[in-house]
């Protein structure tokens, strides 16, 4: 279903763009659209709110590529997706059905990463509220580690649910106690722990690799979209290669399945008609 929803995307592309074909290119547009949402490029941002998100995901992206374990960096783009206003979209080599420590605490470092590139760059009175979402997963992911995964010897390889209360009428009418007031302190605890790691790990590694920050953050607002190939160019001091074609060349006219017809030479009056084949 995810494969015919991804195919059927790119053919409408195509044809909005006048092609006959679906091209690579638009497999690949169609395949952001899909994993990102859709492109919101009517949504004004003004230069400090650009900047302020090529840094942030800018951060994103460095943590990424130097983390201990986590999959290869994609694409970066500081363009407006769903309900987001930049993205790094990180794609795994292969099939994964399962997740190591390491590669969790990646996650949590990775995550943290926005937030820390923009302390860094515009100062703790500066930062925005952008990594809302960041710190929502990396909690989330924390309290899996701790409550589902056995990863805190304070607790123990110990499946704990969540104290839940049942809600009618914007009253709570009945709560479900699943652990003790001490076990859930302990269980913040460990979670504040392990988001509090990745987020000295993130310091760490942007702290040293501030010059690669800013290489790429500049890089995102010229360009607004990198692949991973062209960040890892970028980083190396290569600008990324944007020759456009359709703008070196005037652009033909959409092409048509009924043959164009043409008299023979020699024969102009005879009337008689040849299908000329399509170039």
Do not use: C
């Amino acid at each position: 279903a995810d494969l015919a929803n991804l195919v059927n995307e790119a053919a409408l592309l195509a044809a909005r763009r006048s092609r006959r074909l679906v091209t690579q290119s638009d497999f690949e547009d169609a395949k952001d659209k899909v994993m990102m949402g859709a492109e919101r490029r009517s949504m004004a941002m003004n230069e400090e709110e650009k900047r302020l998100t090529a840094y942030h995901e800018g951060g994103h992206a460095i943590v990424a590529m130097n983390v201990p374990a986590a999959d290869p960096v994609h694409k970066a783009t500081i363009i407006p997706r769903g309900r987001a206003l930049g993205m790094v979209m990180q794609l795994p080599e292969g099939d994964r059905y399962s997740m190591k420590f390491k590669q969790m605490t990646s996650r949590l470092a990775i995550m943290m990463g926005g937030r820390v590139a923009e302390e860094l760059t515009f100062g703790a009175d500066n930062v925005t509220s952008g990594a809302q979402s960041d710190i929502d997963q990396a909690t989330k992911l924390a309290r899996a580690m701790i409550t589902q995964w056995g990863y805190s010897k304070e607790l123990g390889m110990v499946s704990y649910g969540d104290n839940q209360e049942e809600v009618f009428l914007g009253h709570s009418v009945a709560r479900t106690q699943n652990v003790s007031e001490e076990t859930a302190r302990k269980i913040d605890s460990e979670i504040k722990r392990l988001v509090d790691d990745g987020y000295k790990t993130a310091r760490t590694i942007l702290t040293k690799k501030k010059k690669d920050l800013e290489a790429l953050a500049q890089g995102l607002l010229e360009y607004e979209t990198l692949s991973g190939d062209e960040i890892t160019d970028l980083l190396n001091g290569k600008p990324p290669s944007r020759d456009d074609d359709d703008n070196a060349k005037p652009k033909a006219k959409p092409g048509s399945s009924v043959p164009v017809t043409k008299k023979k030479k020699g024969d102009e009056g005879s009337g008689e008609l040849e299908p000329q084949p399509q170039t």
